[in-house]
């Protein structure tokens, strides 16, 4: 079946598109179908179709046009490439993972209408109106870099979603905090709650009916000049977590402006934002489960902050 064509009868009105598709004398299952909107395949009425429209409800007398064999309209699966500073790690007909740098919203906010956001410049530098479509399903902060996923269609967005609820993504992080946290490795398990009026996380007690659990697993890599180099995985994701746990205890993240600890000479070290990078992601593939993994290296700010860190502590001779 190259080119078919159906005009949709009274018995089928008011039916989802992608069930009509999915129907076994038309695309034979509704993976088949999903597939043939986010590619292209997909017209009704002479008008093209995307992932979004799969839930369109149709009329009778629609005509429902699947053209399996458009040229053009074969599988994505691209990466990595570079938008600006932005670097796609990932990208298939579902998804898009990429690498963001610090200084970059993930998704746009409507206080700051002038910042650049990640999901902006992938819409703005998608093909064609077809697959322009990104939808959000997890956020880094501005100041931090690392990996972030977008899905492509409202089904992939609920399903990623799923599982970040879920807690099944793997999520690790790497992270430069003042002093030397004891023990060398532990778990951070905290009760937060989000202020918004002031936009930030604060520590709540259990019982208090807004708060969160957090809960993070964090490890020392590195001793470096009154400084660390921890790993710090997530159970849970809340906005700002590991920036405020690692404060709780003493451990301010070196160049946080936010989240701070004790007098300004107790946080000598020069550094511009945050230390904090999402350096390993993992999670199922919405569509047929496979495990996905991803590493992002640290980039350049924050090598260049080790390395004089480790210069720092290195006995003169």
């Not at 089928?12 to 395949?41: C, M, P, Q, T, Y």
């Not at 093909?127 to 269609?153: K, P, Q």
């Not at 089904?155 to 946290?181: I, M, N, S, T, W």
């Not at 260049?304 to 860190?309: E, S, V």
Request: with cysteine.
């Amino acid at each position: 079946m190259s080119d078919s064509a159906w005009t949709v009868d009274a018995a089928d009105a008011g039916v989802r598109l992608d069930k009509f598709l999915a129907a076994s004398d038309r695309a034979g299952s509704r993976a088949r179908a999903i597939s043939a909107l986010e590619r292209g395949k997909v017209f009704v009425n002479g008008e093209e179709t995307g992932p979004a429209d799969g839930a369109r409800r149709l009329a009778a007398g629609d005509a429902v046009r699947l053209w399996m064999d458009r040229p053009g309209s074969s599988r994505v699966q691209r990466g990595p490439m570079d938008i600006g500073d932005l670097r796609i790690v990932y990208e298939d007909e579902s998804l898009f993972v990429i690498d963001k740098p610090a200084g970059m919203l993930t998704v746009p906010l409507p206080r700051r209408p002038t910042s650049l956001s990640a999901c902006e410049l992938l819409k703005n530098n998608l093909r064609s109106a077809a697959r322009h479509r990104v939808y959000a399903v997890h956020r880094i902060d501005e100041y931090t870099s690392g990996l972030v996923v977008f899905a492509r269609s409202l089904e992939a967005q609920a399903q990623l979603k799923g599982q970040f609820r879920d807690r099944r993504p793997e999520r690790v992080y790497l992270a430069v905090v003042y002093g030397h946290p004891e023990p060398a490795e532990g778990v951070w398990r905290d009760y937060l709650v989000w202020d918004e009026k002031a936009l930030v996380q604060k520590q709540a007690h259990p019982r208090d009916p807004e708060a969160k659990e957090a809960i993070s697993y964090y490890r020392a890599l590195e001793r470096l000049a009154g400084a660390t180099l921890i790993e710090v995985r997530l159970e849970t994701g809340k906005r700002n977590q590991i920036r405020l746990q690692a404060r709780l205890r003493g451990h301010t993240l070196v160049g946080e402006q936010r989240y701070i600890y004790g007098p300004d000479h107790l946080r000598h070290i020069d550094f511009w934002r945050q230390a904090l990078h999402a350096g390993r992601l993992g999670f199922q593939h919405p569509r047929d489960g496979r495990d996905l993994h991803f590493e992002a290296p640290l980039p350049g700010d924050m090598t260049q902050l080790i390395a004089r860190l480790r210069t720092a502590r290195s006995p003169r001779r």
